[in-house]
């Protein structure tokens, strides 16, 4: 039950949407598109109002259903919890890949609701999914989730969706070699840190490549933090290519022979897909702070460099180490990461573990529709 975003909403990619349809297909999903637009996942009145019309249209679906469990992914569904009665047909798996007390700690009315909406879930029975061994610490000691109540589903790729992936043409200055920084445009992503430790490498003589900054929203205007950024960009001096606008092609770019380093500077993260992004493309070294999640992925002189949240002089000691490392050292590194990416963030390892322990029913449900019984 996807919310459902009109064709002439700034985020629509019609390239994603063709291959999600495709792929749902193959699944023999039926889809059920949730009406409110982006406005339902962003004013909490609109999550309210999300969550209690999945919950109706769950329980009107799933009426027959022998056995059933509704998974509310990320942040908007944690208030399914209130909506969901003793007699209704499905069990409730929450699974937030961040909260507001990550992403927006000054906003604590949402806050209130996404703890009312957690302590409700789990008291009438949910489960509540860490997609990392730092977000289960958050959850129970910040949200107050009973240790029994979490189950650990950690974050991943889907390796078979990243084979053979060619990377898009790069934008000239970019061709000689490149640093690569992509995410949300927020404050909690540190952009303005890595623009910080660019301008004082610079300063020291350091001949930094050029940098491809992809600090990305979905509206047709520059945010105000994006506005900062280019300003910095220019200030500063700093050969780069600032990219605004999302696009997939911006992936593709870790498996260029020209790049010279991917750049995490967060200042909170969950967990962090880019590293893993990287490891599954062959992009090394991966320079990243020490801040969250990060931790269990960049792991220092091992999987990539890393450095303290917030501290720009020390992320700039991490990117001067990533630029004067041998051929040898990034092979080795490219491997490790490799390594750790088939061994703890094989997505679908980690989901048909959790099928197996928690709903085995599904399990069986999928062999016998895969035999015709």
Same mark, same amino acid.
């Given at each position: 039950?996807?919310?459902?975003?009109?064709?002439?909403?700034?985020?629509?990619?019609?390239?994603?949407?063709?291959?999600?349809?495709?792929?749902?297909?193959?699944?023999?999903?039926?889809?059920?598109?949730?009406?409110?637009?982006?406005?339902?996942?962003?004013?909490?009145?609109?999550?309210?109002?999300?969550?209690?019309?999945?919950?109706?249209?769950?329980?009107?679906?799933?009426?027959?259903?022998?056995?059933?469990?509704?998974?509310?992914?990320?942040?908007?569904?944690?208030?399914?919890?209130? %909506?969901?009665?003793?007699?209704?047909?499905?069990?409730?798996?929450?699974?937030?890949?961040?909260?507001?007390?990550?992403?927006?700690?000054?906003?604590?009315?949402?806050?209130?609701?996404? %703890?009312?909406?957690?302590?409700?879930?789990?008291?009438?029975?949910?489960?509540?999914?860490?997609?990392?061994? %730092?977000?289960?610490?958050?959850?129970?000691?910040?949200?107050?989730?009973?240790?029994?109540?979490?189950?650990?589903?950690?974050?991943?790729?889907?390796?078979?969706?990243?084979?053979?992936?060619?990377?898009?043409?790069?934008?000239?200055?970019?061709?000689?070699?490149?640093?690569? @920084?992509?995410?949300?445009?927020?404050?909690?992503?540190?952009?303005?840190?890595?623009?910080?430790?660019?301008?004082?490498?610079?300063?020291?003589?350091?001949?930094?490549?050029?940098?491809?900054?992809?600090?990305?929203?979905?509206?047709?205007?520059?945010?105000?933090?994006?506005?900062?950024?280019?300003?910095?960009?220019?200030?500063?001096?700093?050969?780069?290519?600032?990219?605004?606008?999302?696009?997939?092609?911006?992936?593709?770019?870790?498996?260029?022979?020209?790049?010279?380093?991917?750049?995490?500077?967060?200042?909170?993260?969950?967990?962090?897909?880019?590293?893993?992004?990287?490891?599954?493309?062959?992009?090394?070294?991966?320079?990243?702070?020490? @801040?969250?999640?990060?931790?269990?992925?960049?792991?220092?002189?091992?999987?990539?460099?890393?450095?303290?949240?917030?501290?720009?002089?020390?992320?700039? %000691?991490?990117?001067?180490?990533?630029?004067?490392?041998?051929?040898?050292?990034?092979?080795?590194?490219?491997?490790?990461?490799?390594?750790?990416?088939?061994?703890?963030?094989?997505?679908?390892?980690?989901?048909?573990?959790?099928?197996?322990?928690?709903?085995?029913?599904?399990?069986?449900?999928?062999?016998?529709?895969?035999?015709?019984?």
């Amino acid at each position: 039950m996807p919310v459902q975003i009109s064709h002439s909403d700034p985020s629509y990619d019609p390239e994603w949407v063709a291959e999600t349809e495709g792929m749902l297909r193959q699944a023999g999903a039926e889809v059920l598109p949730v009406p409110g637009g982006r406005a339902a996942t962003a004013a909490l009145a609109g999550c309210e109002a999300l969550c209690e019309r999945v919950t109706e249209a769950a329980r009107e679906r799933l009426a027959d259903a022998p056995m059933a469990q509704l998974i509310g992914l990320d942040v908007p569904f944690l208030g399914l919890g209130p %909506h969901r009665r003793s007699d209704d047909p499905f069990s409730l798996l929450l699974l937030p890949r961040s909260t507001s007390e990550l992403a927006s700690p000054e906003d604590r009315r949402r806050i209130r609701w996404e %703890h009312k909406g957690l302590t409700t879930a789990v008291r009438d029975g949910a489960r509540i999914a860490a997609i990392s061994h %730092h977000m289960r610490g958050h959850l129970e000691q910040v949200y107050g989730v009973p240790r029994h109540a979490v189950v650990d589903l950690p974050n991943g790729l889907l390796l078979s969706d990243h084979e053979d992936v060619a990377p898009a043409p790069l934008p000239p200055r970019a061709e000689a070699g490149f640093l690569l @920084a992509m995410g949300r445009a927020v404050e909690s992503k540190g952009f303005e840190d890595l623009l910080e430790a660019l301008r004082f490498l610079g300063a020291q003589g350091e001949r930094v490549p050029h940098l491809l900054l992809a600090a990305t929203t979905h509206t047709e205007i520059l945010t105000a933090y994006q506005q900062q950024l280019k300003a910095m960009v220019r200030d500063y001096a700093i050969n780069a290519t600032f990219l605004p606008r999302f696009s997939p092609q911006y992936r593709s770019w870790l498996r260029s022979p020209a790049l010279r380093g991917v750049v995490v500077p967060s200042r909170a993260e969950p967990f962090g897909r880019i590293p893993l992004e990287a490891f599954v493309s062959g992009a090394a070294p991966v320079v990243a702070t020490r @801040a969250g999640g990060l931790t269990e992925t960049v792991v220092d002189g091992v999987t990539g460099f890393t450095a303290e949240a917030r501290d720009p002089m020390g992320l700039a %000691h991490a990117i001067r180490r990533a630029l004067h490392i041998s051929a040898r050292e990034r092979e080795q590194m490219r491997a490790r990461g490799r390594a750790l990416l088939t061994a703890r963030h094989d997505y679908e390892a980690t989901i048909r573990s959790y099928l197996h322990q928690y709903v085995p029913w599904a399990m069986a449900l999928s062999a016998s529709l895969r035999s015709g019984a």
